[in-house]
């Protein structure tokens, strides 16, 4: 049997591909299927199909997912990802899922981001929910197991071998001891532990990273993390959430409070329609210049608009500031701010497989590294699921039945029940909810968007001291649930994600993509390595292979011209 953990879109392909080649599966989810952080992405999924522009290629989807990363991507996982795409798409089509299309039948292709050609497929502005919704739909159709409402706390490890893993039930506490041949670890990013992210309250929360890392695995480029330049700043309870980058693909505009368009400053040239990594900076940097809005935002105005484009065009948009804000868009600006969005880095893997450094433990989907680099291309992440999703449910499948027996520790079983019963018991003066907060505003404050010694220094300072408040924490399991409990486990999870994160942004000593160090403006060729973390062995430089010839040869400036760029 093969565990997958997280439920999203990579958990759930990965858990049908098992299924269908026979091998029994399981898979485990603390949010309910339905609701996956999946469910969230709007803008579309990658392949270069060539249904728009015959002349687009793998090698030339390669070509502009390797210098978006400002070559920090693995070229083999970037090549195996491009070459993989449109087999990712026709099982999404296998599955049903219903695409946009032409009026002659085929995929409609869009623009989004840096890309040469129209590559991006997509359904509305909701894709990552249809996605969802399908792969939830042709798991039922298989049989595959889903346990949702289930925190997994440790996988089970005995002589450098996952053999499962332990958990408890967030509402009744039950606990779960599965045992397992292989397990696929699907459960996220760490984007969680900013004060304003993309990500809901209980997921991203660094689940991953701590999983890895206690049973053996490193982690890669923790620091190298994704700021979208637009998450809503009010109410409190939904900060980070996203205004989606077509408000400015459409024609908004960014102003800070002195009514100035900034963009002026920082992309003459591309103004709003500039990168995801180069808008961010420029809000960030109008409001720590004192140029910001009394809350500490800018202003994104589409109130110039027709009102038409609005409702037809922003439709999302639109019902998420009236619902959230009582805002009506059409006539009022948006108060907006640079918001955690997408953890690049992750467990380290083999391109060929996903696997760890752990026997029969494998990683994919944001939970994982190598494709991103340290800039994202926008419609990467959604194919980067399907693909590998595939390819490590095979290799998974393939471990299991190699296996003639396996060994099973009650040693590593008793440390896994210990550590949940020692955390019921704890009945310190420390609140977890309390915890959380100041560890986010820790990582906000000194390692947001930009980044410098003395702040990264200064946050690890308070890392240490919030590390030691968590030794007296309370914890109050209640008749609504275990939810303290999971919040403990996340604040464990969240404290390890930020000390990789912090000594990681410490070591990368140059400015390059979203990673942007104020004492080292400059970009440093000697840092094109990938920064590879353990506690055991702290961080190591790890080289790049270089990239093949057939796509070093298409990697050029690509024209952005009334493109949003990424």
Not at 268 to 294: C, F, N, Q, W
Not at 315 to 333: A, E, F, G, N, S
């Amino acid at each position: 049997m093969v565990l997958v953990i997280g439920t999203g879109g990579a958990g759930l392909r990965a858990a049908i591909e098992l299924a269908e080649a026979g091998v029994d599966v399981l898979a485990v989810g603390k949010r309910p299927k339905d609701d996956a952080h999946t469910a969230l992405a709007a803008g579309g999924i990658n392949a270069a199909l060539s249904t728009m522009d015959p002349e687009d290629s793998w090698q030339q989807h390669a070509a502009d997912t390797l210098k978006e990363s400002y070559l920090l991507a693995d070229p083999r996982t970037t090549q195996i990802v491009t070459q993989g795409a449109a087999r990712g798409i026709d099982d999404l089509e296998r599955y049903g899922m219903a695409f946009a299309r032409e009026e002659d039948g085929r995929i409609s292709q869009r623009f989004f981001g840096a890309h040469k050609f129209r590559r991006t497929a997509f359904a509305g502005d909701y894709t990552g929910l249809e996605i969802q919704r399908t792969l939830v739909g042709r798991a039922a159709q298989l049989g595959i197991p889903v346990l949702d409402g289930v925190y997994i706390t440790r996988l089970l490890v005995h002589d450098g071998a996952v053999f499962g893993a332990y958990g408890f039930d967030l509402t009744d506490g039950t606990r779960y001891l599965i045992h397992a041949d292989a397990v696929i670890l699907a459960a996220g990013g760490h984007t969680r532990i900013w004060r304003r992210t993309s990500s809901r309250r209980d997921e991203n929360t660094g689940d991953s990273f701590r999983l890895a890392v206690e049973a053996g695995a490193r982690l890669r480029d923790p620091e190298l993390v994704q700021f979208h330049p637009s998450g809503i700043i009010e109410p409190e309870n939904a900060a980070g959430t996203l205004v989606s980058e077509a408000a400015r693909g459409e024609g908004g505009i960014l102003r800070n409070a002195l009514g100035e368009r900034f963009m002026s400053r920082y992309d003459p040239a591309r103004m709003e329609l500039s990168t995801r990594d180069r808008v961010a900076l420029a809000s960030y940097t109008e409001i720590k210049e004192g140029r910001g809005t009394p809350n500490g935002g800018v202003w994104l105005d589409v109130s110039h608009l027709p009102r038409q484009t609005i409702m037809t065009r922003l439709p999302r948009v639109y019902q998420t500031l009236l619902d959230l804000q009582m805002l009506d868009i059409t006539r009022d600006p948006i108060e907006i701010a640079p918001t955690a969005h997408y953890s690049m880095g992750g467990v380290w893997v083999r391109p060929e497989d996903h696997s760890t450094d752990v026997r029969g433990l494998y990683a994919i989907g944001e939970a994982s590294s190598g494709l991103h680099g340290a800039n994202r291309l926008g419609g990467n992440s959604l194919i980067e699921l399907l693909v590998f999703g595939r390819i490590t449910g095979q290799a998974a499948a393939a471990y299991s039945r190699s296996l003639t027996s396996h060994t099973r520790s009650a040693s590593a079983t008793a440390r896994a029940r210990a550590e949940i019963d020692d955390l019921l018991a704890a009945d310190g003066p420390e609140n977890v909810r309390a915890l959380q907060r100041a560890l986010r505003n820790t990582m906000t404050e000194h390692a947001g968007v930009v980044r410098n010694e003395e702040g990264l220094r200064a946050g690890l300072a308070e890392l240490s001291e919030i590390e030691r408040r968590m030794e007296k924490v309370g914890v109050h399991p209640d008749i609504a649930g275990f939810q303290d409990l999971a919040h403990a486990f996340d604040l464990l999870s969240a404290a390890l994600a930020a000390r990789a994160t912090l000594e990681a942004a410490l070591e990368r000593r140059e400015s390059r993509g979203c990673h942007n160090r104020s004492d080292y403006p400059d970009l440093d060729p000697a840092l094109r390595v990938n920064l590879v973390w353990s506690p055991a062995t702290g961080i190591t430089h790890e080289s790049i292979p270089p990239v093949p010839d057939e796509i070093a040869s298409l990697m050029e400036e690509v024209s952005t011209e009334g493109k949003l760029a990424e």
